[in-house]
């Protein structure tokens, strides 16, 4: 046999070798030719790291934002950063932990009590006057300030609350004989209402829930319930009120069938995350939901006839309440411009500017942190033509709205609460049942972190 | 070898050695599995592939459908159960501006030179590095062979998660924080998935040829350059590919360790158009096809250096 | 002594990109599994508590390996039997071959937002595909990924998506199997099935014993598609392995305890893997 030699194909081999060899120098062509995707505006100034996680036609408005800033001064210059939400934690930590933070960055995600917890942030309190910090303690809405601090600082400036009110289809109230002019006050009316309003097939599976009230989070301060004790900072979560709320929720479902509803639901969300919103296509009659939806119907279903009321309490209930959550801007240990970052916290959240940053909110669609944004004349503009964005503007400076419990171990607590709300949803837990083993799987966990040496102030605790 | 008559034996592993000793190299090809089957065979195969393609091919039908309609469109409306029927496929009227504008939000062309240049140079990296160290597992012998080969395999039972933090703090340590170094230069040292593809490939490789062509006087670096890597070409193709999607699709690494947009991929542009409560459907789904499309096409024509065996070495005995 | 340097210089890429950039971060990460560590400050040691706790005091840890485990067995067989399966069928010399073949690889290249949408479509439980042919055959489906009970097993079929890549390295190693073979076989007079399973399979044992390493690896690592679709599911029935070690060291911060749960995995894979490794002189067939 003859050596390994190959008169195969010769001119084929020589033909991919040039294929080969051409490609690589266009490829080296092209990556030294052409200019990059962004350069700096104002080289000469000192950057400021600014990252998100906005992107599509958010990060058109972040950009706006920007350049604004960057206008109304000399000094600084902000550099914006998007990184996507799937790997914003992550890069993030990483960077702290390399000793390379940015300067700023706006987060919406739960972290501000386990990363103050841990010294990543700097208290901004620190870096205003007392007056300062005074007045805006005085001024800024309750919940955009209980989502900000942790221990008594306030390390996160929130600039844009995530409030929840109920949406209808008038068009299917006024089908079903209901007065669209006279909302319901009470929960249980509400639930009435809806009752009317369901529509099934003839083999008795829903075709329409006309109201459903589903979260347990976003209901158990209604009830008198909650998850934090705001004055002795204790979490709590097997409470009389608790329990209250989850069984009048489970009792809906029970209703309906909880088979039943799970198929309803589960046949609805076909995976485009929230764009697809059932109220959309009629699936609900009346659904409670957030802020960005109004401007959503705007964009995509302009000619629907809605009209947004807030929660009603239960009888007896609080006014008002509900679960929030926002975006809030924060600043790293180890920021090399602090200086800057604040500057730029102060010209976008108002508190430098309330009447210029109420453009801001304007076009982001976000909810303001206080009252003298929301009076501006840009934000009223801005209402008046989204009109159902006035209810949400009404819960906002209600006391009854809850942040998480700010608690270093947050993430996971919240994760377990949504267990729990599921699995007693789902009729495999009684809502007892359902608590209970919540309450003992954060004893658990509490507990394993003492062990650890973390030292946590708050402790579970059940009102009886 | 039993003889014809005593029905089929089991082919012992000696049968096969002298079998193949005996070989010429161009008798490896298309190999007569690839048997002729007649008309009925033909029609029922058809038919069985046809079915069994429907849910594979779904997404992309989809995804060019959702590409080419208005925002109206994407939405369920008034009555409808899901955006998503197989009456919706066809899009009404087709807009292509979607594609157009999707150019336009995102500089397309930066990611694209840097995708490319990421893919080209860890392609190179991993195929060229993976086939050396193959061989090596392979063929060579050294003490330790086996326990360094079951090492290699271990390091990929370790999930990524954990070792993230301190492969980072490493690449600062090095100063390739900022650069794209921290994606290329690993790529250079062997890849363990591809190494043991490789090894694989190389193992079936009759020793006798190698043997035969020291005789001639080839030392090692030559037995490997020019006979077994044109042997392997299958399995380097398939090497290739993978690591040439692996990267294309990587959105992590680049975001990682680089701050500059300037740098980033094309993974990255895709997902500036996905955004939590709402994102530009069409528009994504414009940029997911033109971020697919041209890799299925690829895919589609350079097939047969993947699959087609070592008909096209030809080679006289 | 000269065959031995000549085999270390081939090998010698992996060995220096495994002692810079492989070895250090196991090491570290050994060390941080015995440490309390939130990753922005410094770690705290704490001995073997992580593992304590993990064997001992968490139902979560066990709750996940098991589902894991029960993906393993699920699915590393059934895609090494679709793969062959699907390779052997992709072989055969009928028009078109080569658009088959692509159509069943789209999958691996599209990327994962479509395919994710597409599936939740299918499983659908009013409108979707698969209920609704169970409809025509007169049963009621489940919510599938809904379904406490029937979420894993969507994902496990899912992951029959996959075959794709493993169908490659398959058709490339059919191609492998010579002619030669085939024709003693056929002297002998075996028919197409017996030409399978006693040229053709055997011929493929390389390939399947790669793949069946790296099903197995891969398995229990089974991460993106539950995180992406279920995160976890309903009431914790596709918590898998490796999504439960993410959460931990990137939502909740306990990055020491994720080490010592990644580090209690790779000694569960590595079993596995050498019992593999063990016995595969016994039905592996190389070249030699």
Redesign the interface.
């Known amino acids: 046999m003859n050596g390994p030699t190959h008169q195969a194909k010769p001119r084929g081999s020589a033909i991919a070798l040039c294929g080969a060899v051409v490609f690589a120098v266009v490829v080296l062509i092209l990556v030294f030719a052409l200019p990059g995707a962004t350069s700096r505006k104002y080289p000469e100034r000192t950057p400021v790291r600014f990252w998100h996680m906005w992107t599509a036609e958010w990060k058109a408005v972040v950009e706006r934002i920007v350049d604004r800033f960057n206008e109304s001064q000399v000094l600084y210059e902000v550099v914006p950063l998007s990184v996507p939400g799937t790997a914003a934690d992550s890069k993030f930590l990483l960077s702290v932990a390399g000793g390379d933070p940015p300067d700023v960055m706006a987060q919406w995600n739960q972290v501000i009590p386990k990363w103050a917890d841990s010294g990543l942030l700097i208290p901004l309190n620190d870096l205003m006057s007392p007056e300062e910090w005074k007045e805006i303690q005085r001024t800024t809405y309750p919940a955009a300030l209980k989502i900000g601090m942790y221990k008594g600082n306030l390390y996160g400036v929130t600039t844009g609350l995530d409030i929840y009110a109920c949406y209808c289809r008038l068009a299917d109230l006024r089908d079903a004989g209901l007065d669209p002019n006279q909302f319901p006050e009470t929960l249980e009316e509400l639930v009435h209402w809806g009752e009317l309003l369901h529509k099934f097939t003839p083999e008795g599976h829903l075709s329409r829930i006309g109201f459903l009230p589903s979260g347990f989070v976003t209901y158990a301060p209604a009830f008198g319930g909650g998850f934090y004790d705001w004055t002795r900072g204790t979490v709590l979560l097997n409470t009389p009120e608790n329990l209250r709320a989850m069984t009048f929720l489970v009792d809906q479902r029970r209703k309906l069938g909880f088979e039943n509803v799970i198929r309803f639901e589960s046949g609805l969300t076909v995976g485009l995350g929230n764009v697809q919103w059932p109220f959309i296509s009629g699936a609900y009659s009346i659904t409670v939901d957030g802020q960005w939806r109004v401007e959503q119907i705007a964009r995509f279903a302009p000619e629907l006839e809605y009209a947004t009321f807030p929660i009603p309490p239960p009888k007896g209930g609080r006014k008002d309440a509900g679960w929030v959550n926002g975006n809030f801007m924060i600043i790293p240990r180890g920021a090399k411009q602090v200086g800057g970052a604040w500057q730029f916290i102060k010209f976008w959240s108002g508190i430098e500017n309330p009447k210029r940053a109420a453009e801001f909110y304007a076009w982001g669609g976000w909810l303001p942190m206080c009252p003298a944004i929301a009076e501006a004349p840009k934000y009223r503009e801005f209402v008046e033509k989204n009109p159902q964005f006035k209810t949400f503007l009404d819960v906002l400076p209600s006391e009854n709205i809850q942040p998480t419990p700010p608690v270093p171990y947050q993430v996971y607590l919240w994760d377990r609460i949504t267990r729990a709300d599921d699995a007693a949803q789902r009729g495999s837990l009684t809502p007892q049942a359902a608590l209970e083993r919540l309450e003992k799987e954060i004893d658990r966990e509490i507990a394993t972190r003492r062990q650890f040496g973390y030292e946590d102030e708050t402790e579970v605790k059940s009102r009886t | 070898m039993k003889h014809a008559g005593e029905g089929l034996t089991v082919i012992t592993r000696s049968n096969m050695r002298r079998l193949m000793s005996g070989l010429r190299l161009g008798e490896r090809d298309k190999g007569i599995a690839a048997r002729r089957l007649n008309r009925t065979q033909r029609v029922c195969a058809h038919a069985f592939l046809l079915v069994l393609c429907i849910p594979f091919i779904l997404p992309l039908v989809w995804m060019l459908s959702t590409s080419l309609k208005e925002d109206s469109q994407i939405y369920a409306r008034e009555g409808q159960q899901s955006a998503i029927s197989l009456k919706t496929l066809i899009p009404a009227p087709i807009k292509w501006s979607n594609y157009a504008e999707a150019v336009k939000t995102v500089p397309i062309g930066t990611y694209l030179r840097n995708t490319l240049f990421l893919c080209a140079a860890t392609v190179i990296g991993a195929v060229l590095s993976s086939a050396v160290v193959a061989y090596g597992f392979a063929r060579m012998r050294f003490r330790g062979r086996e326990a360094l080969f079951m090492l290699m395999i271990a390091t990929m039972a370790l999930p990524g998660q954990v070792t993230m933090i301190p492969v980072f703090a490493l690449f600062r340590f090095l100063g390739w924080y900022g650069t794209f170094l921290p994606l290329i230069v690993p790529a250079f040292c062997g890849n363990a998935f591809y190494v043991f593809l490789l090894r694989q490939f190389f193992r079936t490789i009759p020793e006798e040829l190698a043997e035969a062509a020291r005789i001639d006087g080839a030392g090692d670096s030559r037995v490997f350059r020019q006979l077994m890597l044109p042997l392997a070409k299958p399995a380097l193709a398939t090497c290739a590919l993978f690591q040439f999607l692996g990267t294309w699709n990587d959105f992590f690494g680049p975001l990682l360790y680089i701050n500059d947009p300037s740098r980033y991929t094309l993974a990255y542009g895709l997902q500036q158009f996905m955004s939590s409560y709402g994102g530009e459907w069409a528009q994504l789904m414009a940029g997911a096809s033109m971020f697919t499309v041209p890799i299925i096409i690829l895919f589609f024509l350079t097939q047969r250096t993947f699959i087609q065996g070592i008909a096209t070495t030809g080679g006289k005995a | 002594m000269r065959?031995?340097?000549?085999?270390?210089?081939?090998?010698s890429?992996?060995?220096?990109?495994?002692i810079?950039?492989?070895a250090?971060?196991?090491l570290?990460?050994i060390y941080?599994?015995f440490t309390?560590y939130?990753?922005?400050?410094a770690p705290?040691w704490?001995g073997s508590?992580n593992y304590d706790?993990l064997l001992r005091?968490d139902p979560l840890f066990w709750k996940s390996l098991g589902i894991t485990f029960k993906y393993a067995v699920v699915a590393v067989p059934v895609g090494i039997i679709a793969g062959v399966g699907l390779a052997?069928?992709?072989?055969?010399?009928?028009a078109g071959i080569?658009?088959?073949?692509?159509?069943?690889?789209?999958?691996?290249?599209?990327?994962v937002?479509?395919?994710?949408?597409?599936?939740?479509?299918?499983l659908?439980?009013?409108?979707g595909?698969v209920n609704g042919l169970l409809r025509r055959l007169g049963a009621t489906g489940p919510?599938?990924?809904?379904?406490?009970r029937w979420a894993f097993w969507s994902l496990a079929f899912m992951s029959l998506?996959g075959v794709?890549?493993s169908m490659?390295?398959y058709?490339?190693?059919?191609?492998?199997?010579?002619?030669?073979?085939?024709?003693?076989?056929?002297?002998?007079?075996?028919g197409?099935w017996?030409?399978t399973r006693?040229?053709?399979l055997?011929?493929m044992t390389?390939?399947i014993?790669?793949n069946l390493?790296?099903g197995v690896?891969g398995s229990?690592?089974y991460f993106t598609e539950a995180y992406i679709m279920t995160q976890g599911g309903?009431?914790?029935s596709t918590h898998f392995y490796?999504l439960y070690?993410?959460?931990r060291?990137?939502?909740?911060?306990d990055?020491g305890y994720?080490?010592a749960m990644?580090?209690i995995?790779?000694v569960v894979?590595?079993v596995f893997?050498?019992l593999i490794?063990r016995t595969h002189h016994r039905w592996v067939?190389?070249?030699?």
């Open positions: 065959k031995h340097w000549a085999g270390y210089a081939f090998i890429p992996w060995l220096l990109g495994f810079v950039f492989t250090v971060p196991f570290a990460s941080l599994s309390r939130d990753i922005v400050s705290v704490v508590a706790r005091g052997l069928l992709l072989n055969l010399d009928i080569s658009v088959y073949r692509t159509v069943f690889y789209i999958p691996s290249i599209v990327p937002v479509a395919t994710s949408v597409i599936f939740v479509w299918i659908n439980p009013q409108i595909l919510a599938w990924l809904q379904d406490t998506w794709g890549g490659i390295i058709l490339a190693g059919l191609k492998d199997v010579p002619a030669a073979l085939y024709e003693a076989a056929i002297i002998d007079g075996a197409a017996q030409r006693h040229v053709t055997p011929m390389p390939v014993f790669f390493v790296m690896i229990f690592q309903p009431e914790d490796a070690l993410f959460n060291a990137w939502r909740y911060l990055m994720a080490s990644a580090w995995l790779f894979v590595m893997t050498t490794f067939h190389y070249g030699d």
